[in-house]
């Protein structure tokens, strides 16, 4: 095997490495939807009301019409349309005020074409009104892809210490 | 040959000399340590060092940074500690030991103390933890409130945890029967 051989071995690993690592892949679409909802969702202290809005409207894009939430110590188990959505939602970044929505050990599991289960940890970090919190929840969701784009149809938050 | 060590012995000071200036110790150990040569053995060490220190670190002695006062005041807001995942290897958690719960993965835990086992009943009443129908002396809770919580039996394979900081309201405080399969391992120290 000659340099030259070697060089274009390498070259094609390089460009099939990069290919992989760069494009787009649906679970990594999943993943940064799911980064953008925790961005969209935190809130930074005096939040102009105008970027609150293009927030919480950004976010509710990025769910199902209607999207489903259960929450069954709070007793909620509800599908929200796109307004309710973007209604609750800032509501929420009134009540948290300089908040912290993140995702952290996200699994995500593509059994169908056109269908997607998320299982991660939504942590908080912020202030409510009774002051400094720190939060976190285990949370199923439901992706569906509708037109090429990976939406949230439903969130479950799983309750697993019992009282 | 006059070299920096004899001239400050010579004015009679305190003998502290820059190491790395030093042209008597070009390759004294302490510079081979910050500056080795790069040869195939060092990049074997060091390869072999980054992979102890990710099993270790990574899987077995997971460090944790603490936030929230769930615990408190036995680990306080912003303190560090360790996970000791081999802990309930060979012997499952006894009461009172300190465990970490996991959500979907380990990067996020909950810290709790174990209070009950499996076949064991709990309940709080005004505030104070009984288990199988007497009260626990539980010496590490500083903050009480007026917990109500009725009798209830701790299912097969499942342990009850709560924190040490029972001054929060019940509703605001993550506790109660958790699966064994859950539990990360113990925490040190």
Redesign the interface.
């Known amino acids: 095997m000659n340099n030259k051989t070697v060089v274009l071995i390498l070259a094609i690993v390089l460009m099939v490495g990069g290919a992989i690592f760069f494009l787009p892949s649906d679970e990594k679409k999943i993943r940064n939807n799911l980064d953008s909802l925790g961005e969209y969702c935190s809130t930074v202290k005096d939040e102009p009301l105008l970027d609150a809005l293009q927030k919480v409207t950004f976010a509710a894009k990025l769910c199902t019409d209607p999207c489903k939430v259960h929450i069954e110590s709070s007793q909620i188990d509800h599908e929200f349309g796109q307004k309710e959505i973007t209604d609750r939602l800032l509501m929420l970044k009134k009540r948290l005020s300089n908040t912290t929505f993140s995702f952290?050990?996200?699994?995500v599991d593509i059994p169908g074409d056109n269908r997607a289960e998320v299982?991660?940890?939504l942590?908080l970090?912020g202030e409510s009104v009774n002051g400094r919190?720190?939060?976190?929840?285990?949370i199923q969701i439901s992706v569906e892809k509708q037109d090429g784009d990976w939406l949230f149809s439903s969130f479950t938050v799983?309750e697993?210490?019992?009282? | 040959m006059n070299t920096s060590r004899e001239k400050t012995a010579n004015l009679g000071l305190l003998n502290i000399t820059p190491i790395f200036s030093d042209p008597i110790m070009p390759s004294s150990p302490i510079r081979r340590f910050f500056f080795p040569a790069l040869t195939k053995r060092f990049f074997l060490r060091l390869l072999l060092l980054s992979l102890a220190c990710y099993i270790i670190f990574g899987h077995i002695l997971i460090p944790l940074r603490i936030?929230?006062m769930s615990m408190e005041p036995t680990y306080q807001d912003g303190s560090y500690a360790l996970c000791w995942r081999l802990q309930f290897l060979l012997s499952p958690p006894k009461r009172f030991d300190v465990v970490t719960?996991r959500?979907?993965?380990?990067?996020?835990m909950?810290l709790k103390r174990v209070v009950a086992l499996v076949g064991e009943t709990v309940e709080f009443r005004n505030g104070l933890l009984y288990v199988n129908g007497n009260p626990v002396e539980e010496p590490y809770v500083h903050y009480r409130s007026d917990w109500q919580?009725p009798q209830r039996t701790v299912a097969p394979g499942h342990i009850y945890?709560v924190g040490d900081n029972r001054g929060t309201p019940?509703a605001r405080h993550?506790?109660?029967?958790?699966?064994m399969n859950?539990i990360v391992g113990g925490v040190l120290p």
């Open positions: 952290e050990d996200t699994f299982t991660t940890t942590r970090n919190f720190t939060d976190a929840y285990e799983v697993f210490m019992k009282k | 936030q929230g719960v959500f979907s993965g380990r990067r996020v909950l919580l945890v019940m993550q506790f109660g029967e958790v699966n859950r």
